[in-house]
Protein backbone atom coordinates (compact mmCIF):
# COMPACT_ATOMS: atom_id res chain seq x y z
CA UNK A 1 0.00 0.00 0.00
CA UNK A 2 1.50 3.45 -0.96
CA UNK A 3 1.23 5.72 1.71
CA UNK A 4 3.15 8.77 3.01
CA UNK A 5 2.66 9.65 6.92
CA UNK A 6 3.41 12.68 8.17
CA UNK A 7 4.33 13.05 11.88
CA UNK A 8 6.10 15.68 14.36
CA UNK A 9 3.59 18.74 14.86
CA UNK A 10 2.63 19.89 17.97
CA UNK A 11 2.44 22.92 20.03
CA UNK A 12 5.80 25.15 20.19
CA UNK A 13 6.05 28.47 21.63
CA UNK A 14 7.50 31.82 19.51
CA UNK A 15 11.21 30.83 18.83
CA UNK A 16 11.36 27.44 19.29
CA UNK A 17 12.06 24.35 17.11
CA UNK A 18 9.79 21.26 15.40
CA UNK A 19 11.09 18.29 13.24
CA UNK A 20 8.98 17.28 10.87
CA UNK A 21 8.81 13.23 9.27
CA UNK A 22 7.63 12.52 6.20
CA UNK A 23 7.71 8.23 6.32
CA UNK A 24 6.75 6.69 2.77
CA UNK A 25 5.38 2.81 2.30
CA UNK A 26 5.25 0.74 -0.43
CA UNK A 27 7.63 2.97 -2.79
CA UNK A 28 10.72 4.68 -2.51
CA UNK A 29 11.19 8.63 -1.85
CA UNK A 30 14.76 8.62 -3.68
CA UNK A 31 12.91 8.43 -6.50
CA UNK A 32 10.82 11.43 -6.03
CA UNK A 33 10.31 14.98 -5.67
CA UNK A 34 9.41 15.96 -2.46
CA UNK A 35 7.49 19.01 -0.94
CA UNK A 36 6.42 20.48 1.90
CA UNK A 37 3.53 22.40 1.79
CA UNK A 38 1.16 24.30 4.79
CA UNK A 39 -2.25 25.24 4.48
CA UNK A 40 -3.62 27.75 7.70
CA UNK A 41 -7.20 28.21 8.33
CA UNK A 42 -9.04 30.13 5.82
CA UNK A 43 -5.51 30.50 3.43
CA UNK A 44 -4.51 28.87 0.47
CA UNK A 45 -1.68 25.75 0.49
CA UNK A 46 1.87 27.01 -0.02
CA UNK A 47 4.68 25.77 -0.83
CA UNK A 48 7.09 25.91 2.10
CA UNK A 49 10.53 23.69 0.80
CA UNK A 50 11.35 20.91 -1.45
CA UNK A 51 13.93 18.82 -2.65
CA UNK A 52 14.43 17.81 -6.33
CA UNK A 53 14.93 13.76 -7.03
CA UNK A 54 17.89 14.44 -9.81
CA UNK A 55 20.37 16.46 -7.55
CA UNK A 56 18.93 16.92 -4.31
CA UNK A 57 18.79 20.46 -4.79
CA UNK A 58 16.66 22.48 -2.29
CA UNK A 59 14.11 25.57 -2.41
CA UNK A 60 12.62 27.48 0.18
CA UNK A 61 10.18 29.88 0.29
CA UNK A 62 11.22 33.25 1.52
CA UNK A 63 9.31 33.53 4.53
CA UNK A 64 11.01 30.20 5.54
CA UNK A 65 14.15 30.90 4.14
CA UNK A 66 16.95 30.82 6.91
CA UNK A 67 14.94 29.24 9.44
CA UNK A 68 13.80 25.59 8.23
CA UNK A 69 16.10 22.95 6.17
CA UNK A 70 14.49 19.89 4.49
CA UNK A 71 16.57 16.91 4.09
CA UNK A 72 16.57 12.60 3.18
CA UNK A 73 17.25 10.27 4.92
CA UNK A 74 18.15 6.99 2.33
CA UNK A 75 17.97 4.52 4.79
CA UNK A 76 14.82 5.51 6.73
CA UNK A 77 12.75 6.05 3.80
CA UNK A 78 11.99 9.77 4.87
CA UNK A 79 11.99 13.43 4.70
CA UNK A 80 12.12 16.18 7.04
CA UNK A 81 11.64 19.69 7.63
CA UNK A 82 14.14 21.10 10.23
CA UNK A 83 11.90 24.23 11.32
CA UNK A 84 13.79 26.73 13.86
CA UNK A 85 12.59 30.35 15.09
CA UNK A 86 9.31 29.31 14.55
CA UNK A 87 6.94 31.88 14.30
CA UNK A 88 3.19 32.60 15.03
CA UNK A 89 2.84 33.13 11.01
CA UNK A 90 3.79 29.71 10.67
CA UNK A 91 1.27 27.89 12.70
CA UNK A 92 -0.59 25.32 10.18
CA UNK A 93 -1.24 21.97 8.44
CA UNK A 94 1.91 20.61 7.06
CA UNK A 95 1.70 18.50 4.07
CA UNK A 96 3.88 16.77 2.10
CA UNK A 97 3.99 15.85 -1.37
CA UNK A 98 5.64 13.06 -3.38
CA UNK A 99 5.68 13.23 -7.53
CA UNK A 100 7.38 12.00 -9.98
CA UNK A 101 6.07 12.16 -13.71
CA UNK A 102 2.08 12.18 -12.94
CA UNK A 103 2.03 10.18 -10.15
CA UNK A 104 1.93 12.25 -7.03
CA UNK A 105 0.68 10.90 -3.22
CA UNK A 106 0.09 13.51 -0.68
CA UNK A 107 -0.08 12.78 3.26
CA UNK A 108 -2.94 13.74 5.54
CA UNK A 109 -0.93 16.46 7.45
CA UNK A 110 0.51 17.26 10.84
CA UNK A 111 -0.63 20.18 13.28
CA UNK A 112 1.95 22.59 14.25
CA UNK A 113 1.18 25.86 16.39
CA UNK A 114 3.08 28.66 17.20
CA UNK A 115 1.63 30.00 20.04
CA UNK A 116 3.22 31.88 23.29
Known amino acids: QVQLVESGGGLVQPGGSLRLSCAASGFTLDYYAIGWFRQAPGKEREGVSC????????YYADSVKGRFTISRDHRKNTVYLQMNSLEVEDTAVYLC?????????WGQGTQVTVSS
Open 97 to 105: NARRGAATY
Open 51 to 58: IRRSNGNT
